[in-house]
């Protein structure tokens, strides 16, 4: 009885382990970074943003270019996002040629007005309105990990775009750092 008695105790551990095992690689596989990686190499969710000037940016009209789309928290986001989006601005290889820009926000066009003078470079940028944020909730935006508001604000995420609309690169930077260089070498690859 005793010899039975183990057994089933051997089997219920192996099993217990076997079942931890299976739920971290469930859990793992349904990370906000792996459903961002997982757009790679795939369609883009469609958008319609509007800038400050009320001229549309949609995945249709914007076939043709190579599009970055900064997902930030906007406003609240001083001095990290503003820099980011100011760099974009003033940055000539960014500006020129089959390269556009949308530094994504949730905040109102007002609001953005009030504050489109502060800092050099951010009147030059493309302010891309995400209302209700319907576009950031399609990308899964909302939950990764730089997002300071989780939930309900993006953080700091970078998604190219190809001249066809499919995904070609992602990054989420919780340091929320300027990326302009790393950007546009992802960008160049495109280009090979």
Not at 71 to 79: A, Q
Request: proline share 4%; net charge neutral.
């Amino acid at each position: 009885m005793e010899g039975s008695n183990i057994l089933v105790i051997i089997l219920i551990i192996i099993v217990s382990i076997a079942g931890l095992f299976a739920l971290i690689w469930f859990n793992q596989s349904r990370t906000p970074e792996s459903k961002l990686n997982n757009m790679l190499d795939k369609i883009s969710p469609d958008f319609s943003f509007y800038d400050l000037n009320g001229k549309n940016y949609s995945l249709e009209n914007l076939k043709g270019k190579n599009v970055v789309l900064f997902f930030s928290e906007g406003i609240r986001c001083y001095p990290a996002c503003w820099n980011q989006i100011a760099f974009f601005g003033s940055d000539v290889r960014f500006n020129a040629g089959d390269i556009t820009v949308l530094s994504v926000v949730i905040d109102s066009p007002e609001d953005w007005k009030k504050v489109i003078n502060k800092i050099e470079g951010l009147d030059k940028a493309i302010i891309a309105i995400d209302k209700n944020g319907l576009a950031s909730k399609k990308f899964g935006m909302l939950t990764l990990p730089s997002s300071m508001k989780y939930g309900s604000q993006p953080g700091h995420t970078y998604v190219i775009l190809d001249k066809q609309g499919i995904v070609r690169y992602v990054f989420d930077d919780p340091r929320m750092a300027v990326n302009s260089d790393q950007i546009f070498n992802e960008i160049l690859k495109l280009n090979k």
